[in-house]
Nanobody
Framework: QVQLKESGGGLVQAGGSLRLSCVAS????????INWYHQAAGKQREVVAT???????NYAASVEGRFTISRDGPEKTVYLQMSALKPEDTGVYYC??????????WGQGTQVTVSS
């Protein structure tokens, strides 16, 4: 079964940028859609970006215009480019995908901290 592994989190100043990566162990060909979720401390996990078959993307209003989700098939990777980061973006970011239309796969999460 495919596994997802996130990386790229860290500490960044407000207004800065980070790029998160999600690597699928068996490729991303059988994953649709692929999502990034954000969970702030003490808050519910919420989807912030989605990429679906055909390259269609959707974003939460809170990140629209600042975050970009993309996928790199040959490198088995989905990215979340985050710009103009705000303190409220702080939290754990999880990669999530629907695998072969019948089950959900989650990564372990990567911590992003935005200082003000």
């Amino acid at each position: 079964q495919v596994q997802l592994k996130e990386s790229g989190g860290g500490l960044v100043q407000a207004g800065g940028s980070l790029r998160l990566s999600c690597v699928a162990s068996e490729g991303i060909g059988n994953l649709n859609p692929i999502n990034w979720y954000h969970q702030a401390a003490g808050k519910q996990r919420e989807v912030v970006a989605t990429i679906a078959r055909g390259g269609f993307t959707n974003y939460a209003a809170s990140v629209e215009g600042r975050f970009t989700i993309s996928r790199d098939g040959p490198e088995k990777t989905v990215y979340l480019q985050m710009s103009a980061l705000k303190p409220e973006d702080t939290g754990v970011y999880y990669c999530h995908a629907r695998y072969r239309d019948y089950l959900d796969i989650w990564g372990q999460g990567t911590q992003v901290t935005v200082s003000s």
